[in-house]
């Protein structure tokens, strides 16, 4: 059966969009009076340039500069609360307005303009006010006309103000508010293109959540070698995440199964999103698992073998089954995985499978920056289970015979691929080991007793 593959186009940050600020879910506060600043809080220092994209959505992270607190400090505008939808009309041309709101712990909050009518054209700001008294601009949205305006920003605790430069105005109504989220997963702020989580070249295993119906997780994955990649989304039987790919649009990606990816040039950008099923209700403790992951398409440079210094017994002394891999104690491991350019993986996984008597043990390792696994692996308690072996071996001169105890055992690798060509629902793998030939034989010498030693 043949793979299902997306072949994704190359594309620019231009075209990706956000959601209306106008979707947030905000509790009606009423009307309140158009606040003017004393000064231009956009020229204090220090200040970073405000961004401004072609999207609705803009958004800078200066959460390092933040402090662990809030302190307290003198707002310079009227104070309102987060998660309320505010309406103020009358506002002037040239005339700015503010309002100051704090963050009490570590969150993201989502600043809104919406719901501009007539000859309104504002932009929005989110500024940071420091302990030091000086401001930072986190970031601007500045849409033309009566477009909505939003801004995102990982926030600190500390305080902050909505600060709306009012470009044109008839007076007209408009809302905005705040909608600040604390259930953050580990990844955040990656919410707009800019602030995607930037995943490594290797295997990506990520469990994450939706801290509100508005989240978005933006995720961008690197094709260093134009290798094949695998997409994997699992919802844990939860109906609250869409997964999507960029490719000419976003384009729904089916969930719980591998999803591979060809046609990629060296270097290109695969950028992907989970967003809330705004049909159900958010729950921040459920959680999605997301897998971005090479295809391990083969290997190379594989060796299984016991200690240098083993006298090992020959294929004429013990032939049913003739004992390919003979060891004291230890087995010495070493495997190079590869992509589906010839390229080594990083973090990518394979299993040593012993088995010897009842013990059947699975050694599983990643893979280093080399693509390369080197271990040493114990073998444990040898107990004979088969009989004694006599054997000659011819050395410095002399014809020795000795009796070998040995326990037989096997060994095989198995090595995930992350694709599933038959829609079975189980991970193909590739090693060494099969349907004709599942195991290579391993001879675990428990002792060795000489029996006689004779010139030659």
């Known amino acids: 059966m043949q793979l299902s593959k997306i072949a994704l186009s190359v594309i620019t940050l231009a075209a990706?969009?956000?959601?209306?600020?106008?979707?947030?879910?905000?509790?009606?506060?009423?009307?309140?009076?158009?606040?003017?600043?004393?000064?231009?809080?956009?020229?204090?220092?220090?200040?970073?340039?405000?961004?401004?994209?072609?999207?609705?959505?803009?958004?800078?992270?200066?959460?390092?500069?933040?402090?662990?607190?809030?302190?307290?400090?003198t707002p310079l505008c009227p104070t309102l609360a987060t998660g309320n939808q505010y309406t103020l009309n009358g506002a002037t041309a040239g005339s700015p307005v503010c309002y100051h709101f704090e963050i009490t712990e570590r969150s993201k909050t989502t600043a809104l303009l919406f719901g501009q009518t007539g000859a309104t054209n504002l932009d929005l700001s989110v500024i940071k006010h420091n302990p030091d008294d000086?401001?930072?601009?986190?970031?601007?949205?500045?849409?033309?006309?009566?477009?909505?305006?939003?801004?995102?920003?990982?926030?600190e605790p500390g305080h902050y103000y909505w600060y709306m430069d009012v470009k044109e105005s008839d007076g007209s109504p408009f809302n905005f508010g705040a909608v600040v989220s604390t259930q953050l997963d580990s990844y955040e702020f990656n919410d707009t293109?800019?602030?995607?989580?930037?995943?490594?070249?290797g295997q990506n295993s990520i469990t994450a959540n939706m801290d509100s119906l508005t989240d978005i997780d933006l995720y961008q994955f690197t094709a260093v070698?134009?290798?094949?990649?695998?997409?994997?989304?699992?919802?844990?039987?939860?109906?609250?995440?869409?997964?999507?790919?960029?490719?000419?649009?976003?384009v729904p990606i089916s969930q719980s199964k591998p999803v591979p990816i060809s046609g990629l040039q060296p270097n290109q950008v695969v950028t992907m999103r989970v967003r809330a099923n705004t049909a159900v209700a958010n729950n921040p403790n459920t959680n999605y698992n997301l897998s971005v992951a090479s295809v391990v398409a083969s290997f190379s440079n594989n060796s299984v073998s016991g200690e240098s210094n083993v006298n090992r017994i020959p294929l004429s002394a013990q032939s049913n089954p003739y004992?390919?891999?003979?060891?004291?104690?230890?087995?010495?491991?070493?495997?190079?995985?590869?992509?589906?350019?010839?390229?080594?993986?990083?973090?990518?996984?394979?299993?040593?499978?012993?088995?010897?008597?009842?013990?059947?043990?699975?050694?599983?390792?990643?893979?280093?920056?080399?693509?390369?696994?080197?271990?040493t692996i114990s073998l444990g308690t040898c107990?004979?289970?088969?009989?004694p072996t006599e054997h000659t071996e011819y050395s410095f001169g002399y014809r020795n015979r000795w009796r070998s105890q040995i326990e037989l055992g096997a060994w095989q690798i198995v090595i995930p691929t992350n694709i599933d060509?038959?829609?079975?629902?189980?991970?193909?793998?590739i090693g060494v080991g099969g349907p004709n030939v599942p195991f290579v034989y391993l001879g675990h010498i428990c002792d060795q007793d000489l029996l006689s030693s004779e010139r030659s």
């Open 134 to 155: 000086s401001l930072t601009v986190l970031g601007t949205s500045a849409n033309t006309g009566t477009a909505d305006e939003a801004v995102v920003a990982l926030t």
């Open 323 to 375: 004992l390919t891999t003979q060891a004291y104690r230890n087995l010495t491991w070493g495997i190079t995985l590869l992509d589906s350019t010839g390229a080594p993986i990083q973090n990518a996984t394979a299993t040593l499978r012993v088995v010897k008597g009842s013990d059947d043990k699975r050694h599983t390792f990643a893979t280093d920056a080399n693509g390369r696994i080197s271990k």
């Open 225 to 250: 070698n134009g290798q094949d990649i695998v997409l994997n989304f699992n919802n844990n039987g939860a109906a609250d995440f869409i997964f999507e790919v960029f490719n000419n649009g976003w």
């Open 193 to 201: 293109v800019a602030t995607a989580t930037a995943l490594s070249n």
């Open 421 to 429: 060509a038959n829609n079975d629902g189980i991970i193909d793998t």
């Open 16 to 73: 990706f969009t956000q959601a209306n600020a106008s979707e947030f879910d905000l509790n009606p506060a009423g009307n309140v009076q158009a606040y003017s600043p004393a000064k231009n809080m956009l020229n204090q220092q220090p200040q970073v340039a405000a961004a401004h994209l072609s999207s609705e959505l803009s958004a800078l992270d200066f959460s390092a500069q933040a402090q662990a607190t809030p302190t307290a400090i």
């Open 383 to 387: 107990r004979a289970n088969i009989n």
